[in-house]
């Protein structure tokens, strides 16, 4: 196991997301939870990508999604967006595994809050909105109210991905958004989500402990250990980029599973 992975910036292709010695503690400095972290996503326009951050429970891989949305500063470090410090105009939108849509509002209403406080005509906020609504499947359902039981867990999560890329395309951040699903729900938004994404070439960093869901959707995970938390491996995932349910049935698929399945144990293991 590389003990701590070294980032290399390629000439020809600058940094979307860029983590510089971050570190987090909460004693003043006696206690690291996080020390000396580093963490860049290179930007690949007009194709996107999935970043998918795996590790044991508690390593900081959703601290690092709070990070880069602004929802959270590390306590050392720097987090850029762009070459930019992120700050609190940072509008980078977060879909958490529980449901986040405000449930006295409708679908409609709660696709569209980003350009409501953007100052933007309800007009104009609502078409934007309604197209959203129509490519997650949701056309029908834009005048009920975003809660449950009155839409299921799959729809209200459609409702949170659909917000997430009217606020900002670019970058969709992503903490185990399908770990509450049953098990014909999540594969049915893990197609939703690879489709958006070949609409859109988002930069996609997606948090799940389903090593088969990380390899399915990935072009590159990262695995992190903790006391303290870093990055300790990186897979590049040699699939196509447009990937099927035939593609879990791929041999490799298989390979690439075991390998990661592999490093995970390996890092559990040790010190």
């Known amino acids: 196991m590389n003990e701590d992975y070294k980032f290399e910036d390629r000439a020809d292709l600058e940094n979307i997301i860029e983590l510089k010695g971050v570190g ?11 020390k000396d972290l580093n963490f860049i996503v290179e930007d690949k326009p007009e194709q996107g990508q999935f970043v998918i951050l795996l590790g044991m429970s508690g390593c900081g891989k959703s601290t690092l999604l709070r990070y880069i949305s602004a929802l959270q500063n590390p306590t050392a470090g720097q987090v850029l967006v762009k070459g930019k410090p992120v700050d609190n105009m940072t509008h980078i939108s977060m879909v958490f595994q529980q449901y986040s849509s405000l449930p006295w509002m409708t679908v409609l209403d709660n696709v569209g809050l980003s350009l409501r406080y953007q100052g933007v005509t309800k007009k104009e906020r609502d078409e934007k909105a309604m197209e959203l609504i129509k490519m997650v499947g949701l056309d029908g359902h834009e005048k009920k109210y975003a809660m449950y039981p009155t839409l299921s867990g799959g729809q ?26 049953d098990i014909k729900t999540r594969i049915q938004m ?37 006391a303290p938390s870093k990055i300790v491996e990186h897979v590049h995932i040699d699939l196509p980029l447009h990937r099927t349910r035939d593609t879990k049935r791929d041999p490799h698929f298989t390979q690439l599973v075991h390998h990661v399945e592999d490093l995970m144990m390996k890092i559990s293991n040790e010190k």
Do not use: C
């Not at 987090?24 to 996080?34: M, T, V």
């Not at 209200?156 to 699903?181: C, H, K, T, W, Y």
């Not at 994404?197 to 903790?226: Q, R």
């Open 24 to 34: 987090q503690s909460y004693d003043g400095g006696q206690n690291w939870i996080i």
């Open 156 to 181: 209200l999560q459609r409702v949170a991905i659909a917000r997430s890329l009217l606020a900002n395309p670019e970058i969709l951040l992503m903490d185990e958004p399908f770990g509450a699903l």
């Open 190 to 226: 893990q197609e939703l989500l690879l489709q958006l994404w070949e609409k859109f070439h988002s930069t996609v960093i997606f948090v799940t402990h389903d090593i088969s869901e990380a390899v399915y959707l990935g072009d590159d995970i990262y695995i992190m250990k903790y």
